[in-house]
């Protein structure tokens, strides 16, 4: 079967140029003087000549010389497709900060054009004034081109050694979120943000256009989108550059913005439209935000963006020296010139290029941008890359925090009171949103009220400026002036904090367990962003990310398999043990505090994991700042081997495994009180606690670690998330091979909370049983009663379950009886 | 700061049921008799009584008794807020089979609201022919009732217990993608596709709209979504619900939809718009695929689809027993009278409430459908619930597979051809998509070409038909009738495939390895469901899930830190032991053996990691062969310790690893020739051999495991991923204590792929190094003189890297000697 193609070109014309022909533009006018119109030309070319050279040249950096091979850096990386198109726009809005004395920085989606931008940050100072060997002179250009995409130099996106950045562009879909991010409470501030059309056909970034609907125009900035259509992904046209441009506006439209187009490949025309597109669009925000702040009505402007049609790889030669299209063309995606080391002729071709831009008559022999032409930058203080809100931490102030310990639960005896530990944290938390109106956000995916921090609306209702309706009045709790944050999208919620901390402030996302796996790879970025930010000396530190889990697998019985995952955990303890911390506080009062301390806390990816529901609470106040503070513990009340050695461990971290770990101990203590079987109890919150200290700074020593668990006694470990992860960390300890732990093992559908655990073999049955098993030795016959009881109960409880869809009461209700 | 709400109202009305107070519709008509009329309402009444028996009755299914406490559940589960539109959208849709005689089935995004279509399942037979002891009478509902999200019995979600379903909606945003994967290829099926407002928000949803710029009305069939805006979230309203309508028909005419809308809450003229409505979509459905395949020419229609606006929590009464908006509010979302255990009044206005449906006249004593509405549904072979495309396994048939041995390379000496593993794997690849042109899809976000994959555009181009301009045929490689499908979102790409194997075909997807973290939580939910699949004994096997990661972490050393993420094992090991599998193969005849291996297989998530470079190639292919389907074992010709005991095991598992591992053990034999020092050289390619044989069909016993690695010998095992992953796997296996693990730990940037082994401890040097350090006992003094010349090689490579941003030749020229 073979179908025709029912049309060979788009609607907006024929040809060789077909979209690009003749310069179009929504606004009209041509605002540019000749002199002005000429300047921005070579300053443009200015960029475009430091472009080339970033990705070509090691030597001969002014072409003073005759180009020759051994000028060429040996490997050529680094990406020409989109450096024209993002140079140009940040060019033009570089004019209108000077004239309307704007705030403001850039955000690049596209983060492989980078050179379009760094280029800029070395014309207009920043980069010789943060790097000074890399100096405005000949040598320093050098020096510039040469690290570029160098071992020992820098990354080829917008990494965090590139100044003025927030957003790297090497994983796509999230400029619009950090964006968004970063004005939040910024009202003076306008995101420039350039979004690829290949990043446009990332699911994140689809849904983030929708930011604009969580945007209040009184007391956030503004984020101005630069749809850059230059029509190819690496190797294949991309979906918006090829609808009808009809079809693209209407889009626009529908995600609430309002779109101006400007179109053409020739540069005086372009320029012209741009420059009258681009003042149209910051008089618009301009006048929508006076609009509200002088009335102090919140609505939702329909902002403007602009679509950019600009050829791929534009300014390059139309076609390679093989006669294949290059400019306009997916092959300029890359290094545009590939054989400039082997083929003489592309050498010459890439030579003449550069001289294009003539470079002597923009940099002179000194290797300086001539002063009529830096002019056009904006001065100092102005710059976008120099905006502190791209070095957050130079804004950063510490959060106001009530003392946590206010808010714990009186607990006179452990184990044995019921408390939802969520909505004991919920008191703390609001009174954090309440203190810090301004400078903290909560986000999450639709499930704040769900996970029992509804609390915290008293402080600060749910963000909302997309219509209301009279029954938003019955427990709505909206308002434009909202801290909480929550559009069901973990990637846009995700991308909205790590803006919102990366400028500076400070916030938690808190998120269903299971869910959390959806920004995976937003959370890696972020480590990875973190860690580089580490090296880079002038960088200073911003609040931790931190995510909160809960409704969490154990008690995902209700809604079945799809929502029992426990597997962040797993993702997280790849990253650099520089960043990444883990917690399973196993009560309210160890949730507060480390909650107080990952609030405090600096450049870490903090993930705390703690169910919402109702828990049996173990620690009074200060035994739980003492617990947490070191991270991992005996816990003396629920062990009998004082002064001896145990003869068993039972050990857990999180919260429904700790109280089935003791529960488990309990029926051990029970079952053989006549020969007085030693049972210590070991509770785990920090989980790098585990792992040996020269793997991760919180890791005990091997001395410490034998002291809790000892090197030769069976181990019983109820485990929050898959039990491997413990084997993973311990897998070097003394006595791992006594170690035996239990957690979630995939055995899950619609069950009770019990039942889940017995599947999943991490009831207090189960581990009783897996202890006797392991003290065969100590034990002798006199287990076989004991275990057959046990597995008694457990069927009990199993059938019961079945029968009557509950658990058995004494089950449920069990408390310490110690 | 304080801002007011500029506006309180939508522009669509006012007052209390502001959005639903008058029924609206694009399409004007009253198709229905009165007849008609009536007999809908009767059924779909009829549903939704037994939408409530699920949630609330576990006894007096029919309510001939008074309703007590003792007949309700104990625990409440399951979702009632969006049932009542998606059973009204069903019951549409089975009008239109009925009249057109169509091939149809449904996907229900918010598959929380299952009730809403498990009713219908049950009403047209297919529930009780498929579970007879839930049978059409008294009895079988009342099982029917209490088996609904309770222990023992099926979730609450369209899970795979569901007849009809391929989609289970419990994470949200994949009902698009999955849609159109099924109906590629299949010209005559259409999906109805029910699509929540919460998932709407969610990325992946935003973007798969755009899939119809890749579907080919020719020889695929069609997606008839209804975007289902009932207005709600959990506990927030939805974006698109509250946009004005004008921009939403805007956002949908901006995808390339043709919006129809379907508004309101009175039944009676609710059903006359929706059944005037659906008409119109079927026969444009039905017009456009006359046109193109009358005509042969493929283009791209503007679509019909559905926005359907009705309350949430439908046909509930408005207020709850506590004077709470109940209907048309997001207190509906869940169970929506969630007191009547306790609170006698409640209870009665649940009982109230469902005799409001009358039940007596719906189902008679008996409990069964009364005849004149059952003929309301499709009659057997039409009805949606038992299309066999939502049990594909059914459908399936085996590729066509050519011999891939005859596309292997010949390897005459192990270790000394530079050969491109992954173009050679492309040949085979080829003649698979050549020869199952009806059957066979390579998704890929848009790096097939990229990842030396393009020789398959000669079998099948990349579908297109969206749009071509002229020089598309310079290289362009697009065709509406392509086989590989490439658009820059994982999330879709990964939908598509899954859409596409769940309906009884089989694909490939292929992806940078960095990158695939994206689709981290769809491929969960993806093994979830296979898993949960072979519990269920009608669910034929489907084709496996296979995932190629290439262009991995060794060699993005270019790309820098972003692109250096070989995680997803980590996420992948923890699933379930009889879906996943995870191959490492460590040249291209090896890959071409694991490829064909799992292209033959069925119900398995297979993810095989092979980089796309240049690299050396080790075995000949019968020797790949065997060694592949072993899955592990020891080179001979790269040990030498025949006959004997090894004085250190060499291990890897991967490409590149492979090659470092190699070229360590020859430095080894040359360092330590005169002390005939025994290296054994082992290679993994299928990673779950490592792990005990209980915990995974593959792993070894101990026995097999030991004759491999020894018990007490070192071992150096250099592995593609993170190197904890090894001891996770290994971590109770005898001699562990011994094995040391080399792999990625977080140490990048822009590198040479020799530097970047170097600052991982991957390399040569450092594998040698370890080997020595570990070999004491062995060599005593003698290994200082080897350490210290191999510290040396390394800083050379390391200042080679540095100063000229290339590896030293002899390194990468480097080939085994013996």
Known sequence: MASEVAQRTLTEGQGEWSVYNKTRSTVSGEPLSKDELDKLTRYFHATMYLCL?????????????????????????????????????????????????????????????????????????????????VSENKEGMQRFFKQFSFPGGHGSHMTPEVVGSIHEGGELGYSLSHAFGAVFDNPKTIALTIVGDGESETGPLATSWHSNKFLNPIRDGCVLPILHLNGYKINNPTVLARIDEEELISLMRGYGWTPYVVAGHDLESMHQAMAATMETCVKEILKFQKEARDSGKAFRPKWPMIILRSPKGWTAPRKNNDGHYLEGFWRAHQVPLTKVLTNPEELKTLESWMHGYEPEKLFGKEGKLIPELRELAPTKGQRMSENPITNGGLLRQPLRLQNFREFGLKVDKPGVTMAPTMSTFAQFLYTIVRDNQETFRVMGPDETESNKLSK???????????????????????????????????????????????????????????????????????????????????????????????????????????????????????????????????????????????????????????????????????????????????????????????????????????????????????????????????????????????????????????????????????????????????????????????????????????????????????????????????????????????????????????????????????????
């Not at 000028?71 to 940040?90: E, M, V």
């Not at 089935?660 to 606690?689: P, S, W």
């Not at 991760?696 to 181990?715: N, Q, S, V, W």
């Open 53 to 133: 050279g970033m990705l070509y040249l090691k030597e001969n950096p002014l072409l003073q010389e005759e180009l020759k091979k051994d000028h060429i850096k040996p490997r050529l990386l680094g990406h020409w497709g989109s450096d024209a198109g993002q140079s140009f726009t940040y060019i033009h809005f570089n004019r209108m900060i000077k004239k309307y004395g704007l705030d403001a920085f850039v955000v690049s989606g596209p983060g492989h054009g980078a050179p379009g931008l760094i280029s800029n940050f070395y014309l207009e100072g920043v980069w010789s004034e943060t790097y000074p060997n």
């Open 456 to 818: 915290i609306y008293d402080a600060g209702k749910k963000v909302w400026v997309n219509g209301y309706l009279p029954e938003d009045e019955d427990g709505g709790n909206l308002s434009p002036d909202g801290r909480v944050m929550e559009m069901l999208s973990e990637h846009t919620v995700e991308g909205w904090l790590e803006g919102y901390i990366l400028s500076g402030r400070h916030g938690l996302l808190n998120s269903y367990e299971p869910f959390v796996h959806i920004i995976d790879s937003m959370v890696n970025q972020h480590s990875k962003w973190i860690e580089k930010s580490l090296e880079v000396a002038w960088r200073q530190a911003v609040s931790s990310l931190n995510i909160l889990l809960t409704s969490t697998v154990w008690r995902q019985d209700h809604n079945g398999f799809t929502h029992q995952d426990p597997g962040f955990l797993s993702v997280i303890v790849d990253k650099s043990p520089q960043v990444v911390r883990i917690y399973l506080p196993p009560d309210a009062n160890c949730l507060l505090s480390t909650m107080d301390h990952c609030f405090r806390s600096t450049n870490y990816v903090n993930v705390i994991v703690a169910d919402k529901q109702n828990h049996l609470q173990f620690l009074p106040m200060e035994a739980a700042v003492a617990h947490c503070t070191k991270g991992i513990g005996i816990w003396d009340w629920a062990s009998n081997d004082a002064g001896a050695e145990p003869d068993v461990v039972i050990a857990s971290a999180g919260d429904v495994m700790t109280q089935e770990a003791l529960a488990a101990t309990a029926l051990l203590r029970q079952h053989f009180a006549d020969v007085d079987v030693k049972v210590r109890f070991v509770n785990v919150v920090d989980l790098f606690k585990l792992i040996p200290h020269g793997y991760h700074p919180h890791g005990l020593t091997d001395r410490e670690y034998t002291a809790l668990f000892t090197a030769d006694k069976p181990i019983v470990f109820a485990f929050h998330s898959y039990p491997w992860l413990v084997h993973r960390l311990t897998y070097n300890r003394p006595g791992q091979h006594l170690m035996h732990v239990r957690g979630y093992k995939e055995k899950g559908n619609i069950n009770t909370p019990l039942e889940l655990a017995i599947r999943n073999e991490t009831d207090r049955f189960s581990l009783a049983i897996l202890a006797i098993d392991n003290m065969k030795d100590r034990l002798g016959n006199r287990g076989a009663g004991a275990r057959e009881k046990l597995v008694e109960q457990r069927i009990r409880a199993k059938n019961h379950a079945y029968e009557t869809g509950m658990d058995v009461e004494e089950f449920t209700d069990w408390t310490w009886p110690y």
